[in-house]
């Protein structure tokens, strides 16, 4: 079975953001970037699975700029076999990820995709379930738990109120939540391995796919700073403040 | 011009932060319909036929809905979107599985976590984790999008009823299948929605010590909402988790026992009217947005609290 885990660039989760002084986005320049942290879960669920005999071949792809191959070496360091790099603007909105994803399952034909719920800048939580919907498959988001067996994916989900169990007919796409699982370590021989695995450069345009800018980005401010507030000695103290003058119980 | 708003429940019981997601609908300034997608739930579409602002319901009452799954409700959605503008849907975990759906295969965009509408076509949304906040244009013709629910007042109930209209989905093959459910029994306020929250963090070490943090809740009528690592820990279900991944809330006071305040906690809490802190770190950076500062043992001053209360 073959598994396509598509993964993103972000800026790493530990970097202060700040935003541009004239409020056009967010400051990255020398940002230290990183495979999402979700992605990393998406990739290590995927090696698990082969480790365990169900997948195949693990293949990840990324739609951005070439300097991401930083990130797919990362994850064929973990132990992905082959990675495409789909060449595009980073800038790129969800939906049109999703219709250059489509066109990656068409040409690739894996019968899971494997990615995480959202990447860590954009926080839009939507190119799983839109790339489900344009292949036609069955989604199951937000998983902390997964097994496939006889041509079904059975997947507990994360949601409101506890946790929900679904059995999606393969293929189908699997977002991945936290809790899925811990993502390995890379050695050494595992980064110098890495680099002899195929990389394989696409030009987004040679999928004929029109995409076309659904939203502006009028502007980027920072939020509305919250000052710190008193030191209080004990606890009578504090239930003085939030009876009186917070007014709060 | 015309909002379809699906709405929150269980089949049983509207959920409250409905009401919020109608008022962020009243600001667009179209008619407000709101969808009902569900089995056996007419009770759920009379609550909302109830809502002020709400001048339709419509009912999509099948066994294909019982579980709200993605696909035969994107479907129903997508089926019903030529009457409408704006398709909203409340920022869950069942909006966020659900809409993105819909709006590939309406081939719009969809506008993420919305916090404040500007025009019917702009709004504010946060990014990296609410470090930065966005102001976004959309180009489509229809707008897709989900609302942060505490970013929004409650609208209030109204005597008169809005009609209540049957619809109907298009026969579906089904691609997943509804196995099981474990929901999270609880007397205590919902989180999302509650006005107060009293949250632990790593420090409380188990799930036994977990137990005071539920105390001080019960004493101020309070949810209970916890850090990653709390979760992570194994100490609370995921579903108590604060912050960019997991519950945004706003409310009234919020209470850190033990949290140090790492910037993806701090998002879903700091729009909190009232903040305390209590942790034996005087550096965390917890300490830097709370109005109200206690730096000592959590052991030693919450059930002094609890005592206290």
Redesign the interface.
């Given at each position: 079975m073959k598994v396509l885990v598509p993964v993103k660039r972000v800026v790493d989760h530990n970097v202060k953001i700040n935003v541009k002084n004239d409020g056009s986005q967010v400051d990255l320049s020398n940002a230290k970037m990183a495979l999402n942290p979700f992605c990393e879960i998406a990739v290590e669920e995927a090696i698990r699975l082969k480790e365990r005999g169900i997948a195949s071949e693990i293949v990840v792809v990324t739609i951005g700029e070439e300097i991401a191959q930083e990130q797919l070496r990362s994850a064929l360091a973990m132990g992905a076999d082959r990675a495409l790099l789909i060449a595009a603007p980073s800038s790129l909105e969800p939906l049109n990820l999703a219709k250059l994803l489509t066109k990656v399952v068409e040409r690739e034909q894996p019968s899971l995709i494997l990615m995480g719920k959202q990447s860590i800048d954009g926080d839009n939580n939507q190119t799983g379930q839109m790339l489900a919907a344009l292949c036609g498959y069955s989604q199951g988001t937000f998983a902390a738990e997964l097994q496939i067996e006889n041509g079904q994916a059975t997947v507990t989900r994360e949601i409101d109120g506890g946790l929900q169990t679904l059995s999606l007919t393969l293929p189908a796409v699997i977002t991945t939540d936290l809790r899925l699982n811990q993502p390995r370590y890379t050695s050494l021989p595992n980064l110098m391995k890495a680099k002899k695995k195929p990389l394989s450069i696409i030009p987004a345009e040679e999928f004929a796919v029109e995409l076309r800018p659904h939203t502006t980005l009028l502007k980027v401010e920072s939020p509305p700073v919250r000052e710190a507030g008193i030191r209080l000695n004990n606890v009578d103290e504090l239930l003085n403040k939030l009876k009186n003058e917070a007014k709060v119980i | 011009m015309a909002t379809l708003l699906l709405v929150e429940h269980?089949n049983h019981q509207l959920n409250a932060v409905t009401y919020n997601a109608v008022s962020a609908a009243c600001e667009l300034g179209n008619e407000v319909t709101l969808l009902v997608a569900g089995e056996n739930c007419h009770g759920v579409a009379q609550q909302a036929s109830h809502i002020a602002g709400v001048t339709n319901v419509l009912l999509a009452d099948a066994s294909a809905f019982k579980?709200q799954?993605?696909?035969p409700v994107?479907a129903l959605i997508h089926a019903l979107r030529q009457d409408y503008s704006h398709l909203l849907a409340v920022a869950?975990?069942?909006g966020?599985?659900?809409?993105?759906?819909?709006?590939?295969?309406a081939?719009?965009?969809?506008?993420?976590?919305v916090i404040a509408i500007l025009g019917p076509k702009?709004f504010k949304r946060?990014?990296?984790?609410?470090?930065?906040?966005?102001?976004?244009?959309?180009?489509?013709p229809l707008v897709i999008m989900t609302l942060r629910a505490s970013s929004f007042p409650a609208a209030s109930v109204s005597q008169s009823a809005a009609p209540i209209t049957a619809v109907y989905g298009e026969d579906y093959q089904p691609?997943?299948?509804?196995?099981?459910?474990?929901?999270?029994q609880s007397d205590r306020p919902q989180l999302?929605t509650a006005r107060?929250v009293v949250s632990g963090g790593r420090a409380l070490g188990s799930r036994e010590n977990f137990a005071l943090i539920e105390q001080l809740a019960d004493k101020?009528h309070g949810a209970v909402g916890a850090s990653?690592a709390a979760?992570?820990a194994g100490m609370v279900?995921?579903?108590l988790q604060v912050g960019?991944?997991g519950?945004i809330v706003a409310p009234?006071?919020y209470i850190a026992v033990g949290i140090s305040g790492a910037?993806?906690h701090l998002s879903g809490m700091?729009n909190a009217?009232?903040?305390?802190a209590i942790n034996s770190d005087e550096e965390a950076p917890i300490?830097?947005?709370?109005?109200?500062?206690?730096?000592g043992d959590l052991f030693e001053?919450v059930p002094?609290?609890v005592a206290?209360?």
């Amino acid at each position: 079975m073959k598994v396509l885990v598509p993964v993103k660039r972000v800026v790493d989760h530990n970097v202060k953001i700040n935003v541009k002084n004239d409020g056009s986005q967010v400051d990255l320049s020398n940002a230290k970037m990183a495979l999402n942290p979700f992605c990393e879960i998406a990739v290590e669920e995927a090696i698990r699975l082969k480790e365990r005999g169900i997948a195949s071949e693990i293949v990840v792809v990324t739609i951005g700029e070439e300097i991401a191959q930083e990130q797919l070496r990362s994850a064929l360091a973990m132990g992905a076999d082959r990675a495409l790099l789909i060449a595009a603007p980073s800038s790129l909105e969800p939906l049109n990820l999703a219709k250059l994803l489509t066109k990656v399952v068409e040409r690739e034909q894996p019968s899971l995709i494997l990615m995480g719920k959202q990447s860590i800048d954009g926080d839009n939580n939507q190119t799983g379930q839109m790339l489900a919907a344009l292949c036609g498959y069955s989604q199951g988001t937000f998983a902390a738990e997964l097994q496939i067996e006889n041509g079904q994916a059975t997947v507990t989900r994360e949601i409101d109120g506890g946790l929900q169990t679904l059995s999606l007919t393969l293929p189908a796409v699997i977002t991945t939540d936290l809790r899925l699982n811990q993502p390995r370590y890379t050695s050494l021989p595992n980064l110098m391995k890495a680099k002899k695995k195929p990389l394989s450069i696409i030009p987004a345009e040679e999928f004929a796919v029109e995409l076309r800018p659904h939203t502006t980005l009028l502007k980027v401010e920072s939020p509305p700073v919250r000052e710190a507030g008193i030191r209080l000695n004990n606890v009578d103290e504090l239930l003085n403040k939030l009876k009186n003058e917070a007014k709060v119980i | 011009m015309a909002t379809l708003l699906l709405v929150e429940h269980d089949n049983h019981q509207l959920n409250a932060v409905t009401y919020n997601a109608v008022s962020a609908a009243c600001e667009l300034g179209n008619e407000v319909t709101l969808l009902v997608a569900g089995e056996n739930c007419h009770g759920v579409a009379q609550q909302a036929s109830h809502i002020a602002g709400v001048t339709n319901v419509l009912l999509a009452d099948a066994s294909a809905f019982k579980h709200q799954l993605a696909e035969p409700v994107a479907a129903l959605i997508h089926a019903l979107r030529q009457d409408y503008s704006h398709l909203l849907a409340v920022a869950s975990t069942n909006g966020k599985n659900i809409l993105p759906r819909v709006a590939a295969l309406a081939d719009v965009a969809q506008i993420s976590d919305v916090i404040a509408i500007l025009g019917p076509k702009s709004f504010k949304r946060p990014i990296y984790a609410g470090s930065a906040i966005a102001t976004i244009e959309s180009l489509d013709p229809l707008v897709i999008m989900t609302l942060r629910a505490s970013s929004f007042p409650a609208a209030s109930v109204s005597q008169s009823a809005a009609p209540i209209t049957a619809v109907y989905g298009e026969d579906y093959q089904p691609i997943s299948r509804f196995v099981d459910e474990q929901r999270v029994q609880s007397d205590r306020p919902q989180l999302a929605t509650a006005r107060v929250v009293v949250s632990g963090g790593r420090a409380l070490g188990s799930r036994e010590n977990f137990a005071l943090i539920e105390q001080l809740a019960d004493k101020l009528h309070g949810a209970v909402g916890a850090s990653r690592a709390a979760v992570d820990a194994g100490m609370v279900a995921n579903d108590l988790q604060v912050g960019q991944t997991g519950k945004i809330v706003a409310p009234e006071l919020y209470i850190a026992v033990g949290i140090s305040g790492a910037i993806q906690h701090l998002s879903g809490m700091s729009n909190a009217k009232v903040i305390v802190a209590i942790n034996s770190d005087e550096e965390a950076p917890i300490f830097k947005i709370a109005d109200y500062s206690l730096v000592g043992d959590l052991f030693e001053i919450v059930p002094q609290l609890v005592a206290k209360l």
